[in-house]
């Protein structure tokens, strides 16, 4: 049996040093293969067609042409497999979040100190075998409905939450979950959101998406209430969970270890939602590799939420979903585009359905009581 080619990446990115420590930390890896570097773009794009990568690896900053510019026209034209290597400076962050946005699979923090390179090799070498893994016909970046902003009350009079809408997802998700949110009216109840992202991306990431929708969004922090018409992402680096309270449903952060090797968990979230709410939650998982949410999301449908699980087709990778629809944890299974209205619908159907009451996987949820909110 012949043993599997390595994965064939290319570099680039403005700084030689870069180049040359990246270049070195691969060299490393049997399973990883060097085939060239490129300076900016336009160089770039000739050894593209030269040396045919499996993956790129993408400065944003760079001269001549941008790294998002280019991010965005060769996914236009050719989908790539794109890992960002990006400075962790906090005014890149927004630019990191835009290229995960844009298709990149990944962003890892630049090497800043000789301290780092393991750390950022780690990280690097993770993403370029989940990148390679991907098939090119799934890496098309989900086009986000975008809606303007709808007039809302005031923060002070916002209701506290008495349903929870939870969500987890991990490569590919970025994009997605700008798919849902922009696709969910600002009457919907506060959602409780895990996206698997370092620590330094997922306040940007909150800031975009509160742009992008009629939602305000926002990095949670901890002992929040969770009010109608919010979504909060988890910080990178902590859990995400919710507890009950007399004055309605609160935000928990955890430094707890990590769960599936991530932190936040979206089994974490799932897990307390089900603990806090019982059958009035309604939960998606979307696009990412590995298990993280199908436990959780399986505990959920137990205790009577409506869950929903995205489907094959639409995912950049069909992990946790698939490991959430083999656990029978999936009420529905719907088509990236599908999933807001499949939240809606659940929403407005008043009590999420007993697991004993659901449709079999891919069936709509009962219609909406006109005028239902939460």
């Known amino acids: 049996m012949s043993a599997r080619p390595p994965i064939r990446v290319l570099i680039v990115d403005d700084s030689a040093l870069v180049r040359r420590v990246l270049s070195d930390a691969l060299s490393r890896f049997p399973d990883l293969q060097v085939v060239g570097t490129a300076n900016d773009p336009y160089e770039a794009r000739e050894r593209i067609i030269e040396l045919d990568p499996d993956v790129l ?34 005014a890149s962050s927004a630019n990191a979040v835009r290229a995960m946005s844009l298709g990149a699979v990944d962003v890892v923090p630049n090497p800043d100190g000789p301290r780092s390179v393991p750390d950022v ?12 893994a991907i098939p090119l016909s799934r890496l098309r970046a989900p086009r986000a409905r975008i809606v303007p902003p709808a007039p809302s009350r005031p923060r002070a009079e916002a209701r506290p939450s008495r349903r929870l809408v939870a969500i987890g997802a991990s490569t590919g998700g970025p994009p997605a979950i700008e798919q849902v949110l922009a696709g969910l009216a600002p009457t919907t109840p506060g959602i409780v959101i895990v996206q698997h992202m ?36 988890a910080p990178g680096g902590r859990h995400l969970a919710v507890r009950r309270t007399p004055e309605g449903f609160r935000t928990v952060l955890k430094d707890a270890p990590p769960v599936h090797h991530q932190r936040p968990a979206v089994d974490v979230l799932f897990d307390s939602v089900a603990n806090a709410t019982g059958s009035s939650a309604v939960a998606a998982l979307l696009t990412g590799m590995g298990a993280d949410g199908a436990r959780g999301m399986q505990t959920l449908r137990e205790t009577g939420a409506w869950t929903i699980a995205q489907d094959e087709a639409s995912c950049v990778v069909y992990g946790m979903p698939r490991e959430a629809v083999e656990l029978d944890a999936a009420c529905e299974v719907r088509p990236l585009e599908e999933i807001a209205g499949a939240i809606t619908r659940a929403i407005g159907a008043g009590r999420a359905p007993a697991p004993a009451m659901a449709e079999p996987a891919g069936a709509a949820p009962p219609a909406p009581r006109l005028g239902a909110h939460a």
């Open 198 to 233: 370092p620590p330094v991306f997922t306040k940007a990431f909150a800031d975009r998406l509160d742009g992008l929708c009629a939602l305000h969004v926002q990095e949670a922090a901890d002992n929040e209430l969770i009010l109608d018409g919010c979504a909060y992402i």
């Open 121 to 132: 090799e780690r990280l690097l070498v993770r993403a370029l075998r989940t990148a390679a």
């Open 57 to 90: 690896t993408l400065d944003i900053e760079m001269p001549r042409m941008d790294g998002l510019t280019f991010l965005e026209k060769l996914m236009r034209a050719q989908p790539t497999r794109v890992v960002v290597v990006s400075s962790v400076a906090q």
